[in-house]
DNA sequence: AAACTGATAACTGTCGACAGTTCGACGGGC
DNA sequence: GCCCGTCGAACTGTCGACAGTTATCAGTTT
């Protein structure tokens, strides 16, 4: 997705480190010791701080001087931007998506969201990986490489964010109904439509995530557990 | 712009070869030799790495295995997907900018509009500092540091792709009634107007862009300078 | 007993040197 | 005369070690 891995032992440390972060492996607010690491992996500091250095520029990593390197661990008000920038992309795209879309990528849509309805049906939830497959297969549709590219760093983010909640958030039957429109829409090639029921469906989503962080914040502080990372002077 | 610059020698080094970049020192296609440059900066290679690193995961440099880092060379294609980005940006900017305008920041929208005319009138040509100023005087108005964020980011790239150019492309008088218009519809808080205002703006100047790239890249082939960077296996 | 101070330990930031690879030049063979 | 194999220089990729800084903890003092 972002480049050769074959670009020196860096690389491959980055996506090593990624897919740590992504599974929740390296939960946000987690420290990362360079030295610890490195002798783990069996290679030296530099390559790894090469690598630290590029997830910190990803946004999956946040970096102190003198004090390392953490996983982010988003605030309220780091929600409210994130979601702001993706959906400035993802309607951008839903509506590219509806202008550029061809045969093909529109029956991948509908076979995304047939499944999700089938996996809806059996199960209660819905699993987060078939609502990536969605927005992911909507950007192929948009046929634009670059901004694709700005979505995935925003979806991972994501991702992280999700990965600190006990509770996933349950993807509920609005999500997929969102999801059918939006195919619709693009299928019809309406980009205003596919635009605003984006718009909705992200600040759906955003809600939910607000929410659920809000109540686990509350369940966290009764017992006594002192606040994760986010150091204040 | 990007964060705090004493997060060690490495925020420096990135600080100082920014400027080079931009200011077209280096111009695009320009390899760096790395034991060179730390030698002359009076530092070790290590620094200098993390920071050729983050400058390539900012996309002003572009790094290939085995052989080093060059200041980033848009080929036609790339500036197309450029502008597909800049445009979902900075038109959602726009929008956001109508909404949440303060008087203060339509003041000086409309203060650079009229800085810019006054330069139009006394020199032919419209400074194009002028123009960024414009575009980040709009992102402060949109209030939202995230998106404000990837711009910067894009109008960089947008900086080095003119830095290669011989004669820089002229920002004329439509440029300036755009910006004009942008303000008004800002001002009125009519969001729909201000990003289509900002579609077409930016589908001008990316016109303007490829027009000078390609007059620029057949006067270049004529006397039998070879292509610079962009190697073909 | 609480607060201040000093030393100690752990970690990041930086450096110089070694290993591996790629590109170019030179010489030999066909 | 042209092509191919080999040698060599230059550069990137990697490593281990040193220096600087910050946090922790014991000891002392009021």
């Known amino acids: 997705m972002t480049g050769l891995v074959h670009r020196g032992l860096a690389g491959q440390v980055v996506e090593m480190l990624r897919e740590q972060i992504l599974t929740g492996v390296l939960p946000p607010g987690s420290r990362l010791n360079e030295v610890e690491i490195a002798r783990d992996l069996g290679i030296s500091r530099g390559p790894l701080r090469e690598a630290i250095g590029q997830l910190v520029s990803e946004g999956l990593l946040v970096h102190v001087p003198n004090k390392g390197a953490a996983v982010f661990a988003a605030r309220p008000e780091d929600v409210a931007a994130l979601f702001e920038l993706r959906a400035a992309l993802e309607c951008a795209a839903a509506r590219m ?10 029956i991948r849509l509908r076979k995304v969201c047939e499944r999700s309805r089938k996996a809806r049906e059996t199960g209660r939830k819905l699993p987060y990986d078939l609502d990536l497959d969605f927005h992911r297969s ?24 999700r990965s ?23 299928a019809e090639g309406d980009a205003d439509r596919a635009a605003s029921l984006m718009e909705a469906h992200l600040a759906l989503v955003e809600t939910e995530l607000l929410q659920t962080m809000q109540s686990e914040a509350r369940n966290e502080e009764a017992p006594g557990a002192q606040r994760t990372g986010r150091s204040a002077p």
Do not use: F, K, Y
């Open 97 to 106: 998506a509806a202008h550029r879309r061809r045969p093909q990528e529109v």
């Open 138 to 161: 909507l950007m192929d549709a948009a046929h634009s490489p670059r901004i694709a590219e700005q979505v995935w760093l925003v979806q991972q983010q994501v991702i992280v964010l």
């Open 164 to 186: 600190g909640l006990t509770s996933r958030t349950t993807h509920t039957e609005t999500s997929l109904t969102d999801h059918e429109a939006m195919a619709g829409a693009v």
